[in-house]
């Protein structure tokens, strides 16, 4: 046991630390380091679990990237086909990353009963379309099978079921415009509600109906082979970016690319600000802990003041002393972090298990209740940062034990 450690020991564990006045105030240092790294691991869970969830809804309406014809059409209507005759489809191997590529193709109509009627885009899927990203949103009912004959089942939001007070199993009409051209008789669609879905995008809700693609070809007059456009998933929205720019080098020169995140900016930019304000809460924890650590090394040193005369005078250098003060704030830090990540990690698992803590106004978030994500790497990451950060922010404090001078410590009370 070297001479540092004895001396550390004895000033964390010895008989007079139980009596000492900084006690208190040691105890408030700790308090706040742990209070600090809930907040922060509340701060990245709920921060980073909004994120994820936000990306995951506008990506299950939309693919990671799409893929269209390259022309002057800005809306959500399917105006020129696109053959399913391409390279990348069904299998885009000659990227990767890629995990599935759906056809679809949407048109413009109105749903009309005997009360009231409601705009929609009916959103022609096929038997590839991947409904493994939907199965948490269906609410009522169950998800359309369109691997049969030309089906008249349809995937309802509850928002748009609601308003046109309609449930699973009820029959609707729907109208559809012929070419785009208003003065042709519309065409006319009846169809059941085999499910009703709620992803509380109000965006998407009030919009989206789900049918089958066979019944948008039809009306477009368009061959079994055509269709608006494609969607591409991705294995990590983190190198959107990246494939949507290897897609775009693989598609030929009349087909354009855009990602979601090029779609739907506006959404993209606000939940960007989370990582701002996430920063700004870990640079305010970090501040607050480490100053209530400086306090209580400082109230240590003073107490302790003849002790370190004491060491001098044996003949321990300046830098061996500050090391056992340092190494005793150490500890205490970890104290703190100790018991802040049992108290953050756990009500990050209890909100996790069982959605205690729900949104004021779920519409703003698109959510209702408040999701979190965290992983092993972030929270080792955000303890040793922690940890290093206030140990640094005790270097200089810790300087004021080389002007004590054995002569004076000595008779220091």
């Given amino acids: 046991m070297n ?25 408030i240092a700790i308090t706040a380091i742990a209070i600090g790294i809930i907040m922060m691991l509340v701060a990245i869970a709920t921060g980073v679990g909004l994120k ?5 809804k506008v990506t299950a309406f939309n693919g990671h990237v799409q893929i269209f014809n390259y022309d002057s059409n800005s809306s959500e209507v399917s105006v020129k086909p696109l053959s399913l005759e391409q390279d990348f489809y069904p299998k885009f191997t000659s990227i990767d990353g890629i995990l599935h590529v759906q056809a679809v193709a949407n048109k413009g109509g109105i749903i009309r009963t005997e009360d009231t009627f409601e705009g929609i885009i009916a959103k022609g899927v096929g038997t590839d379309y991947n409904w493994d990203v939907f199965k948490e949103y269906v609410v009522d009912g169950s998800l359309p099978d369109y691997s049969d004959e030309l089906g008249n089942q349809v995937l309802m939001s509850s928002l748009m079921a609601n308003r046109l007070q309609l449930k699973t199993g009820d029959d609707f009409y729907a109208f559809f415009l ?72 693989k598609v030929v020169s009349t087909l354009d690319v855009k990602t979601i995140k090029d779609k739907y900016s506006k959404i993209f930019e606000w939940i960007g600000l989370f990582d701002f304000n996430i920063a700004i809460i870990i640079g305010i924890m970090i501040i607050v802990g480490g100053i209530n ?7 240590l040193i003073l107490e302790r003041t003849q002790m370190i005369g004491v060491l001098k005078a044996l003949g321990s250098s300046n830098w061996t002393i500050r090391k056992v003060f340092l190494y005793n704030a150490s500890y205490l830090i970890g104290i703190g972090l100790f018991w802040g ?30 999701p979190v994500h965290i992983d092993f790497t972030t929270v080792i990451a955000l303890n040793l940062g922690v940890l290093l950060l206030c140990l640094l922010m005790l270097l200089l404090p810790s300087y004021i034990i080389t002007k004590i001078t054995p002569v004076k410590a000595m008779k220091f009370e």
């Fill in 52 to 56: 994820h969830k936000i990306r995951e």
């Fill in 341 to 370: 990540n049992i108290i953050g990690l756990g009500f990050i698992f209890m909100q996790q298990k069982f959605r205690l803590f729900k949104f004021p106004n779920p519409k703003e978030y698109y959510i209702d209740y408040i």
């Fill in 3 to 27: 001479f540092e450690y004895f001396v550390a020991k004895r000033l964390i564990k010895g008989k007079e630390h139980k009596i000492s006045i900084s006690a208190p105030i040691i105890k």
């Fill in 178 to 249: 012929k070419e785009q051209d208003v003065s042709k008789t519309p065409n006319q669609r009846k169809f059941v509600i085999s499910g009703i879905y709620d992803s509380g995008f109000e965006e998407f809700d009030g919009t989206y109906v789900f049918v089958d693609i066979r019944h948008v070809q039809r009306m477009n007059k368009w061959s079994e082979n055509e269709v608006g456009n494609f969607e591409v998933f991705l294995n990590s929205f983190d190198n959107i970016d990246e494939k949507s720019n290897e897609i775009y080098g």
């Fill in 293 to 299: 650590m400086i306090t209580a090394l400082l109230v």
